[in-house]
């Protein structure tokens, strides 16, 4: 396959068919497919031979860098050992100590944690955590749930129904879970365009839940659940005292606070999870990719230990949760998941993440006033750049300026006009810099 670009159009078209390619546009990509043949630390390999660095660790998964030796050992060895584990039932010591490790890293000792294989599974997984634990209180009524404008959570049916991004959702409104609401998202470009770090106007937009408290009832809401930084939105930043006002209005009125940690858990934000970024903490925390550094799917949700305990009554014998996953906890996961653990804490890379931060800041924010630049967002490691559109041909900007970095050996992430940047927690200095530097380039390049 690493030379299929090179192939006749026609064979070239039959090899990339079968293949319907998930958030991409197929057409536009079989007619000239890039394909990634290897990875090593930040950089990928093209099918062509070209090298480009990470610039958003994959899919804002890979904060180590790829195969990094330790996690390919780990998993190599745990292959030799146990392939596979039914998780129903049975269980592996690696499965229990990760998630001790993991509880322990969020600072929650005495919380648990289930495990699942992605973030969607985890986003599902905690909505019903949720309405379940109110059942099983008594208040069988809390069943609603409230997610944000431009949230992005996955794409189960729970998830798109709390998801606030129109594309995701349109097409299958009739299957969406019924009974949620949104809150508005914090994005006002009036008030924080080319804000760094978090904006100072905001805070304010977190008591529209109590609006929605006086519209239905706290008696009808479950949970609340929301990014602590909007990621696929295009980096939004939570307003400064925003998510406490969030968390204060959620016990005020017993709903439960569901952060959605997908991207910000495990150090993205140079903390180990956002809750500590905005000290603000959760009753339920989502979690996926970065946990064990992508190499195997794995996502989980983190769950206050009174919220389990409310589902430990009954007879010993009877299962108390009826939800799980074939591969929950999958020993290969789970191997490359303390493996990851294990490099970040003896790299130091959450620290390494919160001293590239200023780096990153202060770079991006020198792209102000270079073409089609129209705002910048940073929080942590991640940064975001906003486009204007080509007139009617929504999200094509990007497109070009996204194919022009890669060019320029960056690979970076475009959606809708914003490009993001997230690299590795193991990039340099140099590196960081480089890859903005590749981007101020490739927006030159591309025509007004
Ligand atoms: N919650 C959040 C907050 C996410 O960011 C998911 C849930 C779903 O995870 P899975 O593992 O089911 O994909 C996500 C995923 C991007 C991008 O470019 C972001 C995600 C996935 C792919 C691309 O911003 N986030």
Redo the contacts with the bound molecule.
């Keep these: 396959m690493s030379a299929v670009s090179h192939l006749h159009p026609e064979s070239r078209e039959a090899e990339l068919r079968a293949w319907w390619m998930p958030f991409t546009h197929n057409r536009m990509f079989k007619s000239a497919p890039r394909l990634i043949a290897s990875a090593k630390g930040c950089y990928f390999t093209l099918a062509d031979g070209r090298r480009v660095f990470d610039s958003?660790s994959g899919?804002?998964c890979s904060p180590l860098g790829h195969s990094h030796p330790r996690v390919v050992e780990a998993v190599k060895r745990q292959l030799d050992t146990l392939d596979y584990a039914p998780s129903f039932q049975m269980g592996h010591e690696g499965a229990f100590r990760l998630a001790t490790r993991i509880a322990q890293l969020a600072s929650r000792p005495q919380d648990r944690v289930f495990f699942v294989n992605?973030?969607?599974?985890?986003?599902d997984t905690s909505i019903k955590i949720a309405v379940a634990y109110h059942r099983a209180r008594g208040e069988a009524s809390r069943t609603r749930i409230i997610g944000r404008e431009r949230g992005?959570?996955?794409?189960g049916m729970g998830?798109i129904s709390v998801g606030g991004m129109v594309a995701n959702r349109k097409m299958f409104a009739p299957l969406m879970i019924p009974g949620v609401d949104h809150l508005p998202h914090t994005y006002n470009p009036a008030e924080m365009r080319y804000s760094r770090g978090q904006p100072t106007w905001g805070a304010h937009l977190a008591d529209e839940l109590e609006r929605l408290v006086a519209l239905h009832d706290a008696s009808t809401i479950a949970a609340v659940i929301v990014?602590p930084m909007q990621?696929?939105a295009g980096v939004i930043v939570p307003p400064k005292g925003y998510l406490d006002r969030l968390r204060q209005i959620c016990s005020k009125h017993g709903i439960l606070l569901i952060f959605?940690e997908?991207?910000t858990g495990f150090g993205r934000l140079g903390t180990p999870f956002g809750a500590d970024f905005v000290g603000v903490q959760p009753d339920l925390t989502?979690f996926?990719?970065a946990v064990n550094n992508a190499t195997v799917p794995m996502?989980g949700v983190i769950v206050r230990d009174d919220i389990y305990q409310a589902f430990m009554t009954g007879p010993a014998h009877m299962i108390e949760f009826f939800h799980g996953y074939t591969y929950s906890a999958h020993p290969l996961a789970v191997a490359a998941g303390h493996a990851t653990l294990d490099v970040m804490a003896d790299e130091k890379l959450i620290a390494r993440a919160a001293e590239l931060a200023p780096v990153l800041e202060q770079k991006v924010h020198t792209l102000k006033g270079e073409p089609h630049v129209v705002d910048i967002r940073n929080i942590g490691l991640a940064a975001a750049v906003d486009l204007n559109p080509i007139e009617g041909q929504a999200g094509l900007r990007a497109i070009r300026v996204f194919e022009r970095a890669l060019d320029e050996g960056f690979m970076v992430?475009f959606?809708g006009e914003t490009i993001?940047l997230a690299p590795p927690f193991v990039s340099s200095v140099d590196e960081v810099e480089a890859m903005v530097e590749g981007l101020r380039r490739a927006l030159r390049a591309v025509p007004a």
């Design positions: 958003l899919l804002w992605s973030g969607s599974e985890a986003v992005y959570h996955g794409v998830g990014e990621g696929s959605d997908v991207i989502t996926a990719k996502g992430r959606s993001a």
